[in-house]
C-alpha cells in the first residue's frame, strides 16, 4: 500500500500539512493516477519552517480497498493528519490510521 522511498528519490507531488489547518492536509487527483509519487512535509503554520516527513509511493487502490483513502467525484482523495507526534493516513479522525513516520523532536522545540 504505501512505500517509503529514498530522500533523493523523484517524486511528481510535493505536499505540505500543517498544524494550524486542523492538523490535517487532504489531496485530491484523477484516478487513472493510481500510483502516487509523494513529498511531504509538514509545519506548524504558514510562515514557519518546514519539516521533511519523507518521500513516499502510495498505492490508492489498495489503501481504498482497506479504508484508509476514498474516492470521490472520479478522484482519489488521500488525508494526512498529525496525531500527537504521528504523520498519518486516514480517512478522518475516527476511522483507523496507518502511521507514515514521527515528527523529530526539534519540531515542538519551537
Known amino acids: 500500500m504505501i512505500k517509503r522511498l529514498e530522500d533523493n ?3 511528481n507531488r510535493s505536499w505540505n500539512g500543517r498544524d494550524d489547518i486542523h492538523q490535517h492536509y487532504t489531496g485530491h487527483f484523477p484516478l487513472r493516477e493510481h500510483m502516487l509519487w509523494l513529498a511531504l512535509s509538514w509545519k506548524k503554520e ?5 519539516f521533511e516527513i519523507g518521500n513516499f509511493r502510495f498505492d490508492m487502490q489498495s489503501l481504498v480497498d482497506a479504508g484508509y483513502a476514498r474516492v ?3 478522484e482519489y482523495v488521500i488525508r494526512f493528519q498529525r496525531t500527537d507526534r504521528n504523520i498519518e493516513v486516514a480517512v478522518n479522525r475516527s476511522s483507523p490510521a496507518l ?3 514521527s515528527l ?5 522545540e519551537r
Open 46 to 50: 504558514e510562515h514557519t519552517p518546514l
Open 104 to 108: 523529530p523532536e526539534a519540531y515542538f
Open 9 to 11: 528519490a523523484l517524486t
Open 99 to 101: 502511521q507514515l513516520a
Open 72 to 74: 470521490h467525484d472520479q
